[in-house]
């Protein structure tokens, strides 16, 4: 029996297809590893991962830091990584080469949701030719595959023209109007323990967006950092896909993108990310959560 494809397998690449590309000038590879290390401060600190990156990366990569390089300088305190203004978006890319046909392949040697948000970033701003790295750098090493050291070699500047998709990115009254409405689903990508509120980062208030289902992003890959069958995948995901309509968060927006991709790899084509997510909604009493101190309604 042939197993399952992707309805969009364009969105993913393995190590062999990259390594096979290397040379390829109309190919960046972007690496977007960051490390949120424990409190405090509260809730987390962000590290940019260049140390990592110039200890060991996939040569001819380029580093770019998520929270300084590739956020909103003006996001609302407690707040890290939303989506910038379109022309600081485009600046930083095309520094770093990526151009209008530039075919960008995005990974991370930290946790595979930094590789994700980025894919997911440059579908915001309308650039539909970026892949994620299966398995990361860790299954690029495992492999035994080259790599370079020390900082990257500066490539040519480019022209990035952002075309942004604002219908990608969710809000709080997005979020507010999506709970117990039918048809939609919000879908959170947080542990299960955080879900629940009994473990893990806290960014407010303890538990989950009222209504939310969890599918946590760490179970969708295995333990070579590999996404699962798609078999699997569809079973993971069957409630959401069986609503019209869906929103994805976590802590930051960070994790959540990994469930993004999987649903578009999936086929659903409606799905939006809640950028600020519980950063944004837990401190705020006047938005609904369930948890250990406030249980599901009825």
Known sequence: MTAERFAQPQFLVDTAWLAARLED????????TTHLMPPPPSPYRVVAGRADFEASHVPGAQFVDL?????????????????????????????????????VVCYSTANHWWATRLWWMLRVFGH???????????????????????PAHPRAEARFTPRPRPHLVA???????????????????????????TGGTVYGRLGRIAGSVNVPAAALVDEHNV?????????????????????????????????????????????????????????????????????PAG
């Open 25 to 32: 000038p109309a190919l960046v590879v972007l690496d977007g």
């Open 128 to 150: 539909d030719r970026a892949a994620v790295l299966d398995g990361g750098f860790q299954k690029w090493q495992a492999e035994k595959r080259p790599v370079a050291t020390g």
């Open 171 to 197: 809000h709080k009254h997005d979020v507010l109007a999506a709970i117990g409405r039918p048809g939609s689903c919000i879908l959170n990508a947080l542990r299960p323990e955080q879900h629940a509120g």
């Open 67 to 103: 929270d300084a390089e590739l956020s909103d300088p003006h996001q609302a305190p407690g707040l890290h990584f939303t989506v910038p203004p379109p022309e600081l978006f485009a600046a930083t890319l095309g520094r770093l080469g990526v151009g209008d046909d530039t075919f």
């Open 227 to 295: 996404y699962k069958p798609v078999a699997e995948l569809r079973r993971l995901m069957a409630g959401a896909l069986s609503h019209p309509d869906v929103i994805t968060y976590c802590g930051g927006g960070i994790a959540a993108s990994s469930a993004t991709l999987v649903l578009n790899m999936l086929g659903h084509d409606r799905v939006r990310l809640y950028d600020a997510s519980l950063s944004e909604w837990a401190p705020d009493p006047t938005l609904p959560m369930e948890g250990p101190d406030t249980p």
